[in-house]
Each structure stands twice: as structure tokens, then as C-alpha cells.
């Protein structure tokens, strides 16, 4: 409460109060902040962290420099890019998938190809051997493709598809409703201050009127006017208890809200990271495999004797052992 028995015309407790406020603070879109150097220095609430419950207080231009975009909005955004950019990871791994699949199709073609199927001999088993090993390779990467398909692109696909959206929406709707609350509060402080100057100006004037007789006005009048003055103060220190409390509200809401949404962006890095790593784990068993579809093949390669196969070509296609010998007369 004011005091009432203040000489004429002082400055009241309330608007020294606000004064003070004034040179230590600064009020931005409804939320006030500490200026520059004033008052004890703040401490993050996560140290080291980097943590989204530190580093989204202010609100900030868009791009165009039209209008402001909150903290929050900001935050939220992050959420729904993160959703966009798993979905066109899922569309690259589908392409991915595509491009095995039409491989292994045309391994699966060419092993069946007649070209040089006549070969014989130790190279014409490794021949046939390297043929086939298309065919096991094809097989490779069509399993490749299928695994990737349910190990990689589904999971990334279906990772929160259930609700995810409305979910946000609920964050940012009680995180809008809030703001909307401080800012119905802070207009009501600054109602009341204007009220508070204007009754003070009120009560200053009459004031003055009644020391220099330019007024019949009475004491009375003079002991209303401080009483309307008294009641503005206290009005104005109610609104501020108001202000202050919607945005302690608004304070502990935001921390909370934030430290899910974090949370949330932590999952998703995790999962995304997770089935990456099937990927490669994916890939290198399909190196293995691949590896030993054509270890026949060297098996083989190192038993091709062109001497062998001399030998049995000449066996099957010989047209006769008897060399010509000279005509005698």
C-alpha cells in the first residue's frame, strides 16, 4: 500500500518502484528482460549443454523482416523439418533400393547369357562357375534390397507417424495461449500506469491550484485526489503481480515444453543414426557375401591348366596320330 501521508505533489513509492523497473529492464513483445549489465548475471539453466531450455527466450525476425517468430515457433519448426528431412532420407534409402533391385535383375539376365557357353576344358568350368556366381550375386543384392527395405526405409518411414502433428500443435497452441495471456497482462500494467500518471498529474494540479489560491477548491478535494492516486498505485501494483505470475507461468511452461521437444530431437537423431549404421551393417555383410559368391571362381581360375585342356581337346577333336611321311618312287 501507498503511503497517504506524503507532502503534496511527491513522487509516490509506486512510480519510484516503476521507475527503477524501468532502468533495469527492458520489455520486448510483452516479455521483460534484464538490460545489458544490470542487476546479477544470469546463470543457464543446463551449463554446458547447449540446451534448448537456455537459448530460446527472445522472439526473432523472419527471413522477410515482416514479422516476429518466437522462440518456441522456432523450436517447433526444428521438429517439422526433422519429420521432412527422415522422410526424404526414406525416399533416397527407396531409391537405393530400386537401383539394387534393377541390378539384380540384370545379374540374374546376364548368367543366363549363351555368350561363350562352348568353352571347355579347366577354363570352361571356371567360365561356367564365373556365369553362375552372377546368378548367386544377383540373389546377393535382391536380399540387400529387401533387408534394406524393412530394416532401413520402413523404420525411418513409420518412425512418429501417430499423432506427431497434433502433438505439436498442442505444444504450440499452450505455448500461444500463454503469450496471449501475458499480453492481456502487461496491456493491464500498462492501463494502470497510464492511470496512476494520469491521477497523479490530477492530484500535482490541484495541488498547486490550492498553494497559489487559484482555486476555491478544498482540502477535501485535495485528500480525494491523493486517495484516487493511492488506489491507482495499488491497482497498478496488482496488475504487475498479475503480469508477473502469467509469466512465471509462462517461464516454467516454456522449460518444461522445451526440454520435451529435446528430448523428442534426441530420439529421432538416435533412431535416424540407428538404422544408418543397419545400412552400412547391411552393406558390408553384402561385401561378404558378394566375396564369396565369386570364390569358386578363383578356385578354378587357379586350376585352369591350358596343358590339361590341350590334352583333352586334342583327345576329342584328334584326327590322327599318323604324321605324313616322303613319297618314295
Known sequence: MFCTTKPPGSVSPAKRQINEVKETKTTVNCVTFPLPGEGPEQQLLKPNEWSYCDYFWADKKDPQGTTHVTGFEVLLQKQLKGKQLQKEMAEFIHERIKIEEEYAKNLSKLSLSPLAAQEEGTLGEAWTQLKKSLHDEAEVHLKFSNKLHTEVEKPLLTFRCDNFKKDLKKYDHHIA?????????????????KALADRQKDLEVKTQQLEIKLSNKT???IKKARRKSTQAGDDLMRS???????????FEEMVTTSMELEKLEVERVEWIQQHLRQYTTLRHETDMFNQSTVEPVDQLLQNVDPAKDRELW?????????RPVDLDI
Open 240 to 250: 504487475l503481480d498479475l503480469y508477473n505470475q502469467t509469466q512465471s507461468k509462462w
Open 177 to 193: 495461449d500463454l503469450r496471449k495471456q501475458l499480453a492481456s497482462r502487461f496491456a493491464g500494467v500498462e492501463k494502470a500506469r
Open 219 to 221: 482540502e477535501e478535494d
Open 314 to 322: 586334342v583327345k576329342e577333336n584328334k584326327t590322327g596320330e599318323v
